[in-house]
């Protein structure tokens, strides 16, 4: 995935949107997951997204970053992925894109070949970005884009690659970050490129400028998520959505960024830092001084084989809750969701009946601006909502915050 998936940049063309049916929506989409990342022995799950949390703290994925990547390794992407088939061109072929909330670039090209029909415009742009682990090159084109039924765009700018790495087994990536992410990835940067959700707003396709997200997590098998256009949906979460801000402290301003306090077992080990929510990252990555102070509470222990926090059941059984206060609120995650699944311990190089904590090491120490990143192992937990007319996103509890299947 997600590659651990991604950073970005970008600015870019575009052609003016124009769904064909208008709607208020909110409308649902159902989104596909499985479980993607293979241990090679060689890269583990901490690294790449580590590798996405550097390209996102330098600033992402422009050009002048893409062709100045500091020998950036190539992985795979991230371990639980979600996907949505999106229809190209007319008639529509699908693609499988990966959901990102941390970049704005839409792309096809990573697998299946971009079939031209008689809606297909080449710009003349060349289009580039890097997500720290993997990236992608080629050129610009607009074509209709179906994403449903009553969601159809007459022209969307979308990224044709003719080089891309770190996506195995994807098309692309459907990105739904901050539309400022796509300044610089353009050849011509004087252009800039609304995205998906911003073409569906202006046309009055959608209701609203928003995009609800609910995953279940990987453990449970009767069901996988589901993405809401034009804002969010009650009945995937439940008590109180509450919203916050986008942070003013930089660099997590440029993304879903929020301010939060993290403490463990009702001790801070990090207060009032900026970090981003971000689709596109496996794990909870807190700071390296915050990890530091987690480590050392819980008693875990680095597993050489994973790379991920490791623990007995005994210290399992005195594990306290991880609390995330956003906007004065609190979303605990218990002990039970502070572990990685036991039925994918394998596909991550662990041992069958080994527990591993899904919280790992950011890389650098808080106070650099970008503190935490809350991926998808937080994600499953809570219900999101990313409202670009507001600058602001949203939390929920849901009906598997406290579910004890991991």
């Known amino acids: 995935m997600k590659l651990s998936l991604l950073v970005v940049s970008a600015a870019i063309s575009f052609a003016a949107a124009n769904p064909v049916n208008k709607g208020p929506g909110p409308v649902k989409v159902p ?192 069901t996988a998520g589901t993405l809401t256009w034009g804002g969010a949906d009650s009945s995937l979460y439940t008590g109180d959505l509450n919203y916050v801000p986008i942070t003013s402290t930089s660099p997590a301003s440029a993304y879903w960024g929020v301010d939060q306090d993290v403490a463990y077992g009702g001790s801070s080990i990090l207060d009032s830092s900026a970090g981003i929510v971000d689709t596109g990252t496996t794990l909870v990555l807190l700071a390296t001084d915050a990890f530091d102070a987690y480590k050392k509470q819980t008693g875990a222990k680095e597993d050489s084989a994973t790379g991920l926090l490791k623990i007995t059941k005994s210290q399992y059984s005195k594990l306290s809750d991880l609390t995330f206060t956003i906007g004065g609120t609190d979303y605990t995650l218990s002990p039970n969701a502070q572990i990685w699944p036991r039925s994918l311990n394998a596909d991550i190089g662990g041992d069958a009946n080994s527990i591993y904590l899904i919280v790992a090491d950011l890389g650098s120490q808080s106070g650099q601006g970008l503190d935490f990143i809350n991926g998808y192992s937080f994600l499953e937990r809570f219900y999101t909502v990313y409202d670009t007319e507001n600058s602001q996103v949203g939390f929920a509890e849901t009906k598997y915050t406290d579910s004890t299947a991991n």
Request: hydrophobic share 30%.
């Open 31 to 222: 989104l596909s997951k499985r479980f993607s990342f293979r241990a090679d022995g060689k890269t583990k799950l901490p690294d790449v997204d580590r590798a996405r949390a550097s390209a996102l703290r330098q600033g992402g994925g422009s050009r002048q970053n893409l062709l100045r990547r500091d020998g950036d390794e190539t992985v795979q992407n991230v371990a639980t992925v979600y996907t949505a088939s999106i229809g190209i061109g007319e008639p529509a072929t699908q693609y499988t894109l990966l959901i990102d909330t941390g970049s704005s670039n839409t792309w096809i090209g990573a697998n299946q070949t971009y079939k031209e029909t008689d809606t297909s415009k080449d710009t003349g742009d060349t289009v580039s970005v890097s997500y720290g682990s993997g990236s992608f090159s080629g050129k610009e084109y607009t074509d209709k884009v179906t994403i449903s039924d009553g969601l159809v765009i007459d022209s969307q700018s979308i990224g044709v690659a003719d080089e891309s790495q770190g996506l195995t087994g994807f098309d692309g990536i459907l990105g739904i970050g901050p539309v400022a992410l796509t300044e610089g990835t353009l050849s011509d940067s004087s252009k800039t490129i609304p995205t998906v959700t911003d073409n569906l707003a202006d046309a009055g396709s959608i209701k609203k400028n928003a995009i609800g997200i609910f995953y279940a997590p990987a453990s449970e098998d009767d």
